[in-house]
């Protein structure tokens, strides 16, 4: 028997948030249908060669619900959808709603070590994988899963489904019967998907989020980023990554009615033709991809004028590259701070220039609570850097079936412990200073990663810079630069040396620079720290080893 699975907020703040009107009684086992009556002939999903409308997005949602509950599958059951950026996508998980099953999103980037643990820790009964994406075969994979979780009972396969030890079931073979599928809705209060969390630490925790928590945030996040029917959003991102999913993102896009364009890839090379061709007006990306897109606009043959806001989150957007946006692509730049946690900031798309550039934005709701605390957790005065904490009416009290982590990351009063460092400005607008494991200790002196990317990125022979901390008997902690250039490799002292030029304190200068043709980065594009310090640590032994 699965065992349960909640998503609780003590008595008062539910009654409060339902009071004010952000928990309502819409759930996403309903959202389709009302969105088919509404404007059934409009074109919902674009994915390479599929054209749905959202009548036939709803009809083939119908089907994968029969299918999955003709496996034997249960509604509270949960299932593991590991897809790419293709059309399926919405007809599987809309499926798994319509059904009363809960998705568990994963990255196509996972492999067995992160889909074994989500779908152990999850009880999952059944994974959703595509046949191959980039070269990867995730049968095999997937039948290891099965060897490793023993609930798991059923693969379903979008595509070919192979032999896979008889184990596997072609999505295309579901058909519609109508006779299984339960007719009551689901109660707004439970859980409706899981998330996973971006944790740079262990395996990822699992997010339960609610039909009312997390459609309240996508209501909001589409008033805040005008989300309309007339809308065209291209997910450039992987899909299954909460920011592309419902910041406004593609849940977003469904709820206003908008079309939603699927790029199998971010490149410029792929985005670029797609928006021109379907008038795509809304797109989120992380910065590296942005400063691609800036790099690559000026020099491309298509049309980019319908686009009217590029989003950025996923990591701290630099103002210096924030400032290009406008003038180098013609649209809107709106930067979004969030988590799969819940709390998500948006600049608003009236605000003012240097909001926009220089903040990653406030917070959705009146009811989020933000505190900036210091190291003792008491609050610090606004332009300080401190300790993000958070709660409110989309932010989660815990994580499923993972006490330590709710221990460490929730405090007894239900705020959620980010590990964000920030500032907070006049109006709730927040500056990001990195993680609290981003900032340097050089020396007693603390300084933010953050920071220093931000003076490296305005060199004009750097195209992108990371800069993590490493050890040093003498100073506690040093900086290291890891830098990208573009073009003509200056010298590390011409770097140093201007570096001193923009008046900041020596302190802030990098200790050492190392010039990289890349960076090691995680499956939606955020540069991984973690790598890039143990790629540094590994130079620095092998060269103490030399004779």
Known sequence: MTAAIAQIWPPAFAARYREKGYWTDETFRTLLSSRAQACG??????????????NELAAR????????????????????????????????????????????????????????????????????????????????????VREKVTGLRHVVVVGDSGEGAGHHVGFGSFTANTGLLPDTDVNPSDVALIQISGGSTGLSKLIPRTHADYLY???ASNAICGMTRASVYLASLPVAHNFPMSSPGVFGAIHAGARIVMAPQPTPAVAFP?????????????????????????KSAHDLSSLQVMQVGGAKFMPEAARRVRPELG????????????????????????????????????????????DAGEPVPDGEVGYLLTR???????????????????????????????????????????????????AGEKISAEEIEDHLQAHPRIFDAAVVSVPDVFLGE???????????????????????????????????IVFVDGFGTTAVGKVSRKELRAMLRGELLAAEQKP
Not at 90 to 117: C, D, N
Not at 349 to 362: K, V
């Open 61 to 144: 949602a119908e089907t994968a619900a029969a299918g999955f509950l003709a496996l034997g599958l249960r509604p509270g059951d949960r299932v593991v959808v590991q897809l790419p950026n293709i059309a399926e996508f919405f007809a599987v998980v809309f499926g798994l709603f319509r059904a009363g099953l809960i998705p568990v999103f994963a990255l196509p980037a996972h492999r067995l070590t992160e889909i074994a643990h989500f779908a152990d820790r999850a009880d999952a009964a059944a994974l959703v994988i595509v046949d191959r994406h980039e070269g990867f075969d995730y049968r095999p994979m997937a039948d290891a």
């Open 392 to 442: 409110g009416p989309y932010t989660i009290r815990a994580y499923h079936n993972d006490p330590g982590a709710n221990a460490r990351s929730f405090t007894d009063d239900g705020f959620y412990r980010t590990g964000d460092m920030v500032r907070r400005l006049p109006g709730g607008y927040l500056v990001v200073q990195g993680r609290a494991t981003d900032h340097i200790n050089r």
């Open 331 to 374: 649209c809107t730049l709106q930067q979004v701070f969030g988590m799969a946690e819940g709390l998500v900031n948006y600049t608003r798309l009236d605000d003012p220039d240097d909001i926009i550039t220089d903040t990653q934005g406030r917070a959705i709701s009146p009811d989020d609570e933000v505190r900036v605390v210091n």
């Open 274 to 298: 797609l928006i021109e061709r379907e008038g795509v007006t809304i797109t989120g990306l992380v910065p590296p991809l942005a400063l691609l897109w800036l790099q690559a606009a000026p």
């Open 478 to 512: 040093r900086s290291c630069a890891f830098v990208i250039v573009d073009g003509e490799r200056p010298k590390a002292a011409e770097i140093k040396a201007w570096m001193r030029g923009r008046d900041i304190a020596a302190f802030k200068i990098p200790d050492q």
């Open 217 to 219: 945030s996508i209501r």
């Open 41 to 54: 002939d409009a074109v919902a999903i674009v994915g390479g060669e599929h054209r749905w409308t959202y």
